[in-house]
């Protein structure tokens, strides 16, 4: 069983409490092992206890990032021997992204007080209620609904960070987004032409709508046409969660083009699609291009930046379905094959 240091069981466990004291109890989503959705399961259990640094959080909504999905299911096992829990996950309670009020703080919170509605990165949002850092929290733009803003945290620092530092975009670059009708594609097509740049974005025929809805300039279905084998030459590619050979993506770029890889899958169950990320990185010093990855730091500086720019109306999250809680096992199944068109948002709801 994994560790539930933040989380005791609650009255349904069958454990026996301390009689003098009342617990707090919630209802989240749990699991015990990783596998697939069927592991997950809506339980009652006490509420988290925060730290100094911490708020507690009265979640509205939750997002689902696929980082969320490879804790569920424990692949790549390279993330089992980085500390997430060998057997089980250390944390019982999934889910990072969340929007919601502040109910409680910690002694050393400066920034948030109870009543405050936040958005940002927390520990297991799947919940409704959740611990999260000051220091990985925003206010929640006035103009955003809690769901909209349960979207935000993970697919919108990524994106920031894979466009800003680690692909060094710089106005009137081309930019090639390949997955740009996902959670991370949507974001960072919205953030490169934010930032001046001009933006063609790589979907399915059924996404081609969407992607020109988020500003892109130019849109290519990799159904019908290969972005490698056009004259068009990138000085950024970012490859979200792809599967193309460095060689074929190599073909694309400009000869002192960057290219950022964001995530990974297809690949083996040690290292999952982080294998073509690690070789990319071994190639780079010895080739014009630079390859490089990004991995989110979740941060408020960034947090606070996401947030100006869906102020000013330069950034705008896209919401494909919603969900109750007690549905997030159907939410999990949705987002696997990357049928999703942008995010997928958990509401603690009763509905259908």
């Known amino acids: ?65 696929r980082g969320t999905w490879h804790l569920m299911a424990g692949q790549a096992y390279l993330m089992r021997l980085m500390g997430f829990g060998f057997r089980g996950p250390k944390n019982p309670v999934p889910g990072l992204d969340v929007a919601g009020t502040v109910v409680a703080a910690g002694a050393d919170v400066s920034r948030f007080k109870v009543g405050d509605e936040v958005f940002g990165i927390s520990q297991g949002s799947f919940a409704e209620y959740a611990c999260a850092r000051e220091d990985k929290l925003s206010r929640k733009p006035e103009s955003l609904t809690f769901d909209q803003a349960a979207v935000v945290g993970v697919s919108g620092l990524t994106a920031l960070q894979a466009l800003r530092d680690a692909g060094r975009l710089e106005p009137g670059q081309h930019v090639l987004i390949v997955g740009a009708s996902g959670g991370v594609g949507t974001f960072a097509v919205q953030i490169a032409k934010a930032l001046g740049a001009v933006v063609s974005g790589v979907c399915s025929t059924a996404k081609i709508d969407l992607v020109r809805s988020v500003g892109a300039d130019h849109v290519i279905d990799y159904t019908q046409d290969d972005f490698a084998s056009g004259p068009e030459r990138y ?21 002192s083009g960057t290219l950022v890889i964001v995530g990974g899958e297809n690949g083996g169950r040690w290292t999952g699609g982080m294998g073509r990320n690690l070789r990319a990185l071994a190639l780079s010093p010895l080739v014009r291009h630079r390859l490089t990855m990004v991995v989110a730091k979740h941060n408020q500086a960034d947090l606070e930046r996401l ?41 603690m709801t009763d509905g259908d």
């Open 1 to 65: 069983m994994a560790a539930t240091s933040r989380y005791a069981p609650g009255e349904n466990s069958g454990e026996t409490a301390a009689p003098a004291v009342r617990r707090q109890t919630m209802r989240a989503i749990v699991q015990a092992e990783y596998g697939s959705a069927d592991v997950l399961r809506v339980e009652e259990i006490d509420q988290p206890t925060i730290g100094d640094n911490e708020v507690l959080i009265r979640v509205h909504a939750a997002g689902l990032d």
């Open 235 to 255: 000085d950024l590619i970012l490859d979200i969660g792809g599967n193309s050979p460095l060689s074929r993506l190599r073909r694309a770029l400009t000869p």
């Open 307 to 347: 947030g100006q720019l869906i102020e000013a109306g330069e950034l705008t999250p896209i919401i494909d379905k919603t969900y109750p809680l007690h549905r997030a096992p159907d939410a999990m199944r949705h987002l696997e094959p990357g049928r999703a068109r942008g995010k997928l948002v958990i509401t």
